[in-house]
C-alpha cells in the first residue's frame, strides 16, 4: 500500500514538474507577448501603487494630526479622528499647492524662460570671453580647444526652445499623472490611511504565519526600523532644502545676481542630496552667475552661499534630522554614487536611508555572531 502511495507521489511530482517545463518553454518562446501582458498589468495598476506610495508618505502627519485630535474634548472629534486628520492633510497639502502654483512656480519659470531667451548670447559671450585669455592660461589647454571647436557651431538654443520644454513637460504630465489616475490614486491613498489599522494588522498575520518566531521578530524590528529612518530623512530633508532655498534666494537677490530665485530653487532642491548635491548645484550656480554676472560677482555668489551652506550643515541641517542617521560620509558618497548609478535622482535620493537601514541590520548580524561565539567559548 505504502509502495502505491509512494509511486502515485512521484508520478505527481515528475508531471507537475512536466507541466511547469512546457509552461516554462512556451513563455520564453512568447516572451514579447509575455512581457506585453505583464507591462499592461503594471499600466493598469500604477495608480493604485500611486496610491500607497502617498498613503506612505503621508502616515506619519496623519498619525500626529490624529493623536491631536483624540486628546479633543469633543467626543464626535475623538471618533472621527482618523478622517478628519486624512481630511487635515490633504488641505494643507492643497493649500502649498496652490502656494507652489501661484507664488513660486511663476518667479522660477519667469527667470527660466528669461535665461532660455538669452542662452545663446550667453553662450558667444563665454566664447569671446575665453579667446581673449592668455596663451599660456592653465584653460587654454588642448581638450578643452578642441572640446569647444566641437561645439562651437552649435546653435545652443535650439535644445532649449521654451516651446519643446513645454511640449516635453505636457506630454510627461500626459502620460504619467492623467487625471483619472491621479483620482484614483488619491482615493486610494485616502483608504488605505483611514484602513491602515487592519491592512498592518492583516499582513503581520500572514507574516507571522509564514515563518517562525524569531524571523517574524526580526522582520518586524527591520521594518519598524526603517520606517522611522525612511521618514525621519525624508520629511527633515525636504525642509531642509525649502530652508536652504529660501535663504540662498534672499542672499542672492540681495546681492543683485540674475535667475536668483532659479538658482536658489535649483540649490535648495540638489541639497535635499547630501554632500553630492550641494557641490554639483553651487558648481552650475557659479558657472551661470559667472557669465550673466562676470568673475567678480561669481566669487562673492560661492562665499556667500558656501558660508550658508555651513550655517546649514552645522546648525539647521543637525537640528532638524538629529543624531538617527549619522553615517560616515564615505559610506554616504559611496551609496549615492552607486544609486545613482543604478537608480538615477532617486536612487542618489534614497541611498542614504537605504545604507542606514543596511548598516542597521549588517550591525545586528555582527554582534549576533559575536555573543554565539562567546556562548560556545
Known sequence: ???????????IFWFALGVALIMLYKALDNFTDVMGVVGTFFDIITPFLVGIFISYLLYVPCKKIEQTYSKSKLKWIQKKSRMLSILTVYIIILLLLIILINFILPVVLESVMDFINNIQNYYEIAITNYNNLPDDNILKSEIVNDTIQNIQNLDIKQYFQLEKIFSYVVSAIDAVTGVFDVFVAVIVSVYILAERTQIIRFIKKIVEAAVKERTYKNID????????????????????????GIMVTIAMSIMG???????????????????????????????????TGGLSQAIWMLIVVIILQQIDANIINPRIIGQSLKISPLLVIFAITVGGAY?????????????????IVIEDYVDYKIAVKKLKA
Not at 500500500?1 to 508520478?11: R, V, Y
Not at 538615477?344 to 536611508?353: C, D, E, K, R, S
Open 1 to 11: 500500500m505504502n509502495d502505491i502511495k509512494n509511486h502515485g507521489k512521484k508520478w
Open 257 to 291: 545676481i540674475r535667475y536668483a530665485p532659479l538658482l536658489g530653487f535649483l540649490i535648495g532642491l540638489f541639497n535635499m542630496i547630501p554632500y553630492v548635491g550641494a557641490i554639483i548645484a553651487v558648481g552650475i550656480s557659479a558657472l551661470i552667475t559667472l557669465i
Open 343 to 359: 537608480f538615477g535622482i532617486l536612487g542618489m535620493f534614497l541611498a542614504v536611508p537605504a545604507i542606514a537601514v543596511i548598516r
Open 221 to 244: 524590528k527591520y521594518f519598524n526600523s526603517s520606517n522611522q529612518i525612511f521618514f525621519k530623512f525624508i520629511a527633515s530633508q525636504f525642509l531642509d532644502a525649502i530652508i536652504v
